[in-house]
């Protein structure tokens, strides 16, 4: 008997852990961090608010665990696009295509990601600088597959172009969710890549 229900309940408590993170993404997006309670989140799921509890310690081991589950899709998806790509210069665009099309289609993971409330400081505000610091150096590894081999570029110039272009695909997010019209992913992608590729192509160890 035990060999066959514990597989089950194992079944059964993945599909909840995922049920209650979905429910708390979607409510940290809309409400923020602050505006959010363990009580919305558990209504919700239609489960008991021990049971969130039980799951992820506090309000913010169940923020923590959703940052960690967009964290791995978004950067799954980007990499994905970007190790799939023909040669070195689609290889930006899928990067950045992925990317825009990601937030699109989890329209509050942006607000999850860099929710206000949570970055001044503890284990959220370092669970973000991750998320970030993982992206600027998936974003470094496009840039040194980009850069020609007659013109190598040093580490801080990658750094440089890589961090610039963390704070502006970040700008990019903001504006287009603020925007009434923005424009599609496709175009946003496609005028970064053109950006970028020039620019690749002037760099130079000093």
Not at 44 to 69: H, M, N, W
Not at 157 to 163: F, L, N, S
Request: charge should be negative; hydrophobic fraction near 45%; charged fraction near 25%.
């Amino acid at each position: 008997m035990t060999s066959t229900t514990a597989p089950k309940r194992r079944r059964d408590r993945a599909a909840r852990e995922r049920e209650i993170l979905e429910a708390a993404e979607r409510i940290f997006g809309e409400r923020g961090y602050q505006g959010t309670s363990m009580d919305d989140v558990a209504a919700q799921v239609g489960v008991s608010k021990p049971l969130i509890y039980q799951y992820y310690g506090s309000k913010d081991g169940l923020f923590l665990a959703c940052l960690a589950r967009l964290r791995g899709q978004l950067l799954d998806t980007v990499a994905d696009a970007v190790m799939a790509a023909a040669n070195a210069e689609d290889a930006l665009y899928a990067g950045f295509l992925a990317w825009f099309r990601f937030l699109d289609e989890h329209p509050q993971a942006w607000s999850v990601l860099v929710d206000e409330g949570m970055l001044s400081a503890g284990p959220a505000a370092e669970a973000t600088d991750e998320v970030r610091a993982a992206f600027i150096e998936l974003i470094a590894t496009m840039v040194r597959m980009n850069v020609p081999a007659d013109r190598p570029a040093d580490d801080d110039e990658i750094q440089i172009v890589a961090q610039s272009i963390s704070g502006a695909t970040e700008r990019l997010a903001i504006w287009r969710t603020r925007s009434a019209n923005p424009p599609t992913p496709e175009k946003v992608a496609r005028t970064l890549q053109d950006l970028l590729w020039h620019g690749l192509h002037t760099l130079k160890t000093s």
